[in-house]
């Protein structure tokens, strides 16, 4: 059971947006930055999206994050094939004094 | 470019220790604007952190797996390592190495990883 909760799934049409979403709480998201990571199956994450919103260098516009009290969404635009992949979210929780992760969302590109 | 690579056996006994290495180049592990973390993740589950090192050696846990982790830095090798004590099923995962960017001297993200090595606890 993860301290951070995602959907397992989600999917879209290329070029549909598409909204994954990370629960947590006030000792958690409420109080630190989150980051996403995009998984390519059988790889290592990656870094998408720090700092709530900010994208590394090299990672498209067509990812975008977003916080909101407790609450985080990773939104994909101009969905594309390549896309489809495992997110995951991640944040410092203040209670655990650990970094958690939520469990992570499949997207699949129909 | 920042590149980790992990090296350890694949393969542990039950109530033995594992022990891995991180090896980076590009990069040096004595430089003061990062940490240094492992990351695990059991078969088909998500990721879970360890914990991290700072070149000076000052460490930082996963309260559930404390007791059992062990994380130390050699800056002349540009390594840092990980025990993990008394190994059980449970303990079998992919483990990656990574780097953590500080933002404002806190930890903030992982943002550069090891490409991940597969430990299976088995008798």
């Known amino acids: 059971q993860s301290v951070l909760t995602q959907p397992p799934s989600a999917s879209g049409t290329p070029g549909q947006r598409v909204t994954i979403s990370c629960s947590g709480s006030?000792?958690?998201?409420?109080?630190?930055?989150v980051n996403w990571y995009q998984q390519l199956p059988g790889t290592a994450p990656k870094l998408l999206i720090y700092?709530?919103?900010q994208r590394p260098s090299g990672v498209p516009d067509r990812f975008s994050g977003s916080k909101s009290g407790s609450s985080a969404s990773l939104a994909i635009s101009g969905l594309q094939s390549e896309d489809e992949a495992d997110y995951s979210c991640?944040?410092?929780?203040?209670?655990?004094?650990?970094?958690?992760f939520g469990g992570g969302t499949k997207l699949t590109v129909l | 470019q920042v590149q980790l690579q992990e090296s350890g056996p694949g393969l542990v006994k039950p109530s033995e220790t594992l022990s891995l290495t991180c090896t980076v180049s590009?990069?040096?592990?004595?430089?003061?604007?990062?940490?240094w973390s492992w990351i695990r993740q059991p078969p088909g589950k998500g990721l879970e952190w360890i914990g991290y090192?700072?070149?000076?050696?000052?460490?930082n846990y996963n309260p559930s797996l404390k007791s059992r982790v062990t994380i130390s830095v050699d800056t002349s090798k540009n390594q840092f390592s990980l025990i993990v004590s008394s190994v059980t099923a449970a303990d079998t995962a992919v483990y990656y190495c990574?780097?953590?960017?500080?933002?404002?001297?806190?930890?903030?993200?992982?943002?550069?990883w090891g490409q991940g090595t597969l430990v299976t606890v088995s008798s």
């Open positions: 990574a780097r953590v960017t500080m933002t404002a001297w806190y930890p903030d993200y992982f943002d550069y």
């Open positions: 590009g990069g040096s592990v004595s430089r003061g604007s990062y940490y």
């Open positions: 090192i700072y070149y000076s050696g000052s460490t």
């Open positions: 006030s000792s958690n998201i409420g109080s630190n930055t």
């Open positions: 700092s709530n919103n």
């Open positions: 991640a944040t410092f929780d203040d209670t655990l004094n650990a970094w958690v």
